[in-house]
């Protein structure tokens, strides 16, 4: 395989993100950005009274791998992979694997109960997307879940954010139904969806998820999540 992209930028990874749209939406840190995916991650499983504490969970494209070791004590095991050594180095305190080939999954068939993809899939080329959601239908195991969690087209901010990031120079996003066709074709059944990001940090903290939660159709969140089923 050639030099993975992100290894390119994996040294000034968190200078190459700044924006200062995105630095005012997500406060000082940005540490809001992976704790709001975890807390929606939460939230679906919770409001399926499904317990994780036994299940493994595999975050694909787990880049440094914020969002899985947020996870690391909601699950019996937490692992991420990633094609870019760089972005996996500064991963801590979780299991990793590097992808050595961009259409595999470094894991075996029906080892994990939960699968997410976090802004991975605008960085794959469309003609490869089927590929890789079939790849992560192989590692899940029958009525397995996947979420995919994507930035939000539609939104005007997202779209400028995206526009001047050095990171995202080849991302091609895919609007929410694109991403439901995408898991359909690919074996899956969406079962849940939102939108979310619509406030920035501030206003979110002293409105609650409730709110947000409300809008969670309005397709004019900086994001959206999409969970699926494995077909068994
Ligand atoms: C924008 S970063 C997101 C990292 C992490 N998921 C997060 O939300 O912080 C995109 C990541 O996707 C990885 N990636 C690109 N193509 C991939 C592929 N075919 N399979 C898995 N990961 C891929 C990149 O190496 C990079 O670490």
Redesign the pocket.
Known sequence: MSR???DRYSASYEELLKDPMRDRFGGETSAFF?QR?RDLIRAYFRDRRISTQSMSYL??????G??ASLLRDDFGRVAG????TG?LDAAQGIETRV?QD??SIPFGDAEFDFVT????YH??VPA?RQA?TREVGRVLKPGGVFAIIEHNPYNPATRLIVSRTP?DADAVLLKQHETKELLRAGGFFPVASRYFLYFPEFLYRRTGDAVEAWFGELPLGGQYAVFATKNR
């Open positions: 993975p992209e992100f992976p995916k975050d694909l494209g787990c880049g440094k914020e969002l992979c990633d094609p870019s972005m992808q961009l259409r993809a976090v802004c991975v960085h794959v490869a890789l990171v």
